[in-house]
């Protein structure tokens, strides 16, 4: 069922953990290549849900993996990808040129590959696997629900959407959706298309638009967009949502 979400801002805050779990740069096959990713595994005793950590346009940063190492802390094993090959942008046309250069079929292969890695993995649990992604990442973490039927959740955070009825009916996880009213490239009114062809669908999903945001509203280095209070209520939506779908 669908649930479309348009709120204003509130002064909400949440404390980060302490203590931050310490990633493993791990390496896994992708067709005929080797590709590499940081996997970041809960303190305790397993098997733990996991997801796949997809990063923004900019490559694998410090912020990514902040992200993945969050997630960690609250109990899922999170493997960071990097679609870039070890480069990390520095400036918007370079991050621009390296979300170009990278083939889709490649990036598809890759994060599927992640998936298979993750499920080889004696903690993960194998019925628990989800994916979470930001900006351009958030359009991959929808392509990761296309093409595993058995992905138990999907988080998308101002990402590119599909449009293809065809392609949205192998959707089998619930999402939960995050999107900024202001978002020039992915306007309130296709993240409503989206989700009212999903719930027609009858797919489960859950999504909020928070009007004074635009894109990478959640990304404290986007300085001139980002906007704390709905940040912190996103952070929230996503915590019980991965609570309510991953750790069931």
């Not at 979400?5 to 067709?31: D, M, P, Q, T």
């Not at 918007?92 to 890695?117: I, S």
């Amino acid at each position: 069922m669908k649930r479309i979400l348009i709120l204003a801002s509130a002064a909400l805050l949440f404390a980060a953990s302490a203590f931050a779990a310490e990633g493993k740069r791990v390496s896994y096959k992708s067709g005929d290549e080797t590709v590499q990713g940081i996997l970041y595994t809960p303190a305790g005793r397993g098997p733990f849900p996991a997801l796949i950590v997809i990063h923004e346009f900019w490559g694998l940063n410090d912020w990514v993996k902040e992200q993945a190492s969050k997630l960690s802390d609250q109990g899922h094993i999170a493997l960071a990808v990097d679609l870039y090959r070890g480069k990390v942008a520095t400036t918007p046309d370079m991050a621009h040129e390296l979300m170009r250069g990278v083939p889709e079929d490649r990036a598809k292969r890759d994060l599927h590959a992640a998936f298979e890695f993750l499920k080889s993995q004696p903690e993960v649990r194998k019925d628990r696997i989800g994916a979470i992604g930001w900006c351009m990442g958030g359009g991959y973490a929808l392509d990761v629900a296309l093409q595993e039927p058995d992905l138990a959740a999907l988080v998308i955070n101002y990402g590119h959407l599909a449009t293809d009825p065809d392609a949205l009916k192998k959707i089998n996880s619930p999402i939960l959706g995050l999107f900024g009213a202001q978002d020039r490239g992915i306007t309130p009114d296709d993240v409503k298309k989206f989700g009212a062809t999903l719930d027609q669908m009858g797919k489960q999903i859950d999504i909020t638009i928070y009007p004074d945001a635009g894109h990478a509203f959640e990304n404290p280095n986007n300085k001139d967009g980002y906007r704390a209070a709905d940040a912190a209520d996103a952070q929230r939506r996503t915590d019980d949502f991965l609570a309510m779908t991953l750790k069931k």
